[in-house]
Nanobody
């Protein structure tokens, strides 16, 4: 049973940066496909970024391309989301997700991931 714990959220002004972290425990992190999603109240969970088991595959939502970077440190069982040039529309709860067998088909669909963290809040003020 994989457990995920996010951290690093907070309140920043527009144009600022945050680095979100997600630490995995209780399972095999090495082979897992990892992703970040975000959600605002009343809306569906939205794909942000995904990374493959060896970091060779990465992809981003169009809304964050060029501003966000996903990475992973296998030795620390951690995946990161570096969020730069933040905008007010980036305000959301950010969730880490894992698939034990690598990045799944339709990796942008939250239903494809069996393991989730509790989320960390990011608030960007303009």
């Amino acid at each position: 049973q994989v457990q995920l714990a996010e951290s690093g959220g907070g309140s920043v002004q527009a144009g600022g940066s945050l680095r979100l972290s997600c630490v995995a425990s209780g399972g095999t992190f090495t082979n897992a496909g990892m992703a970040w999603f975000r959600q605002v109240p009343g809306k569906e969970r939205e794909f942000v970024a995904a990374i493959g088991r060896d970091g060779g595959f990465v992809d981003y939502a169009d809304s964050v391309k060029g501003r966000f970077t996903i990475s992973r440190d296998t030795a620390r069982f951690t995946v990161y989301l570096q969020a730069n040039s933040l905008k007010s529309e980036d305000t959301a709860s950010y969730y880490c997700a894992a698939h034990p067998l690598g990045v799944p088909d339709n990796y942008f669909n939250s239903n494809r991931y069996p393991y989730w963290g509790q989320g960390t809040q990011v608030t960007v003020s303009s």
